[in-house]
Each structure stands twice: as structure tokens, then as C-alpha cells.
């Protein structure tokens, strides 16, 4: 692989693990409604559930090409449903409380809605496809690189994170306007997916 294109490949991965997405979104929110490490359960599973869609990535993305155009189409149905859920569930959410009443997402939920994340599975295909598959077939790097893959985007989960932490006050006094913010850019997220 020459420099041009491993460049290419951490230009693409840093900005798509650092824009808005679901994952971001629900890890900022969780983050600012929950505190840090209310939220931790919540942040292990989108991390655990990213690692296994990235490995599924990685051993089926020959299948998935192929029957791309297909699998396209439900991909974004599946996901845009699943994102503008997401959308509706911070929109609609209380204003945080101090005494943390409301109980954060699960490990087990936040796992299981990677796997209708379709901004994640995009990114996964789409990395391997463009710019790993091209110039090796071999199942040792397409692992490495789909874990590499788990951890920018993890990474970029972090900190937005990290964001809604340190920002939690300002985001608490200004609940409402935070939360429809973050619910329309959701349903920007969701709207894009069809553009």
C-alpha cells in the first residue's frame, strides 16, 4: 500500500467516525443525560456491537458487494427507521435530572442497535471495498483493519462522549434546545441516507 492511499484510508475513517452519526449522538446524549459513568454500559456496548459489524464487515464484504445494490435498499430502510427512533427517543426524553432517576440504555440495547446502524456498516464496506480489498485479499489484514476500523470508530464515539460530559452543564440548562438540536440533526442524518 503506498502512502497516497493509506492516507486516503485515515482521511476517510477520521471524518466519518468524527461527523454526526447515530452512535455520536446517542453517546453524547447518554453521556449529558447520565453522566460519564452511568453512561459506560451504554458506551461498551455500541463498542462491542461496532467491533462484531466491522468483523462481519470484514469475512462477508465479498458477499455483500455482490449483492450490494440489493442489501442497499433494506440497509437504509432498516437504518433510517432505526435512526429516526433514535431521534424521537432524545426529542422526547425528559430534561436530566440531578438525582439521575431515568435509567441510561443498556449494554445489551446499545449492542443490538449497531447492528441497524447502517452508517457503520457503510463505513465498514466502504473502507474495506475502497481501500483495503484492492491490494490484498488476505483474511489476516482484512481482520486487522476491520478492528482498526472498531477502534477509530469507537474512538470518534468517544469523543463525543467526552464532549457531552464536558459540556453537561451547559447542555442541562439548556435541555430542550440540546435534545430537539440533536434530534434534527438525526433526522438530517436519516434524510441524507436517501440524497
Known amino acids: 500500500m503506498t502512502p497516497s492511499i493509506i492516507s486516503g484510508f485515515l482521511t476517510y475513517t477520521l ?38 459489524i466491522m468483523l462481519a464487515c470484514g469475512l462477508f464484504t465479498y458477499t455483500l458487494i455482490s449483492a450490494l445494490p440489493s442489501v442497499t435498499r433494506w440497509l437504509m430502510w432498516v437504518g433510517a427507521v432505526y435512526i429516526l427512533w433514535l431521534a424521537w427517543k432524545i426529542a422526547s426524553s425528559s430534561p436530566a435530572s440531578s438525582d439521575g432517576a431515568q435509567r441510561p440504555l443498556s449494554f445489551w440495547t446499545s449492542f443490538w442497535l449497531q447492528f441497524a446502524n447502517v452508517k457503520i456498516i457503510l463505513y465498514g464496506i466502504t473502507a474495506l471495498s475502497a481501500f483495503i480489498l484492492p491490494y490484498t485479499q488476505d483474511i489476516f489484514w482484512v481482520t486487522a483493519v476491520s478492528i482498526l476500523l472498531a477502534i477509530i470508530g469507537c474512538g470518534g464515539n468517544l469523543i463525543w462522549a467526552l464532549a457531552g460530559h464536558v459540556f453537561q452543564s451547559l447542555f442541562r440548562k439548556h435541555s430542550r434546545l440540546v435534545n430537539g438540536i440533536l434530534s434534527l440533526l438525526l433526522v438530517y442524518c436519516a434524510g441524507r441516507m436517501f440524497l
Open 15 to 52: 471524518i466519518t467516525a468524527l461527523t454526526p452519526g447515530p452512535n455520536n449522538i446517542l453517546a453524547l446524549s447518554s453521556v449529558n443525560q447520565h453522566g460519564f459513568r452511568r453512561s459506560l454500559r451504554v458506551l461498551a456496548g455500541m463498542s462491542t456491537g461496532f467491533l462484531v
